[in-house]
């Protein structure tokens, strides 16, 4: 008898994270330019080491290094896909590629109000509808047709 192949379970959870992951290498933010997901920390990181005082003064600044953290959204979304092709329960992982970017939109509209919708490109877009469906689907609100 042959082994079966696993395959990828189809689900909202899935299709979000592919296109999280997708979302990562297209443009998401525009700022003197356009960065992708992937080119934001590096940016921002030398941003933040070249205004902060504290980098001058040669001490560890923190926050310098946060934004790498955004790192754990397409990972998340990785593990996610990963896990569902093993038969795992995604549930779990699946909060961190949903919650990340939902957070960093509302972060942004605290800080930077309305103008937060001139900077976002189509790769963040992508991230945030796809992170509010994960999240919904999470919620157990969004099914998809037939499940």
Do not use: Q
């Not at 042959?2 to 297209?26: E, M, R």
């Not at 926050?63 to 959204?73: R, S």
């Amino acid at each position: 008898m042959a082994k079966k192949k696993p395959a990828l379970p189809i689900n909202l959870l899935t299709l979000s994270a592919a296109v999280i992951v997708l979302a990562f290498f297209l443009p998401w933010v525009k700022f003197g330019g356009t960065f992708s997901g992937y080119e934001i920390p590096g940016f921002a990181s030398a941003v933040g080491k070249a205004t902060s005082l504290k980098a001058w003064t040669g001490k560890f600044d923190i926050n310098v290094y946060l934004v790498y953290a955004l790192f754990l959204v397409p990972l998340g979304a990785a593990a996610v896909l990963v896990l569902s092709f093993m038969g795992k329960n995604v549930r779990t992982i699946a909060w961190i590629p949903a919650a990340m970017p939902l957070a960093g939109f509302v972060y942004g509209l605290i800080r930077a109000g309305m103008d937060v919708f001139s900077y976002i490109s189509i790769g963040g877009w992508l991230t945030i509808a796809a992170a509010l469906v994960m999240a919904l689907s999470l919620l157990n609100i969004l099914k998809l047709p037939g499940k």
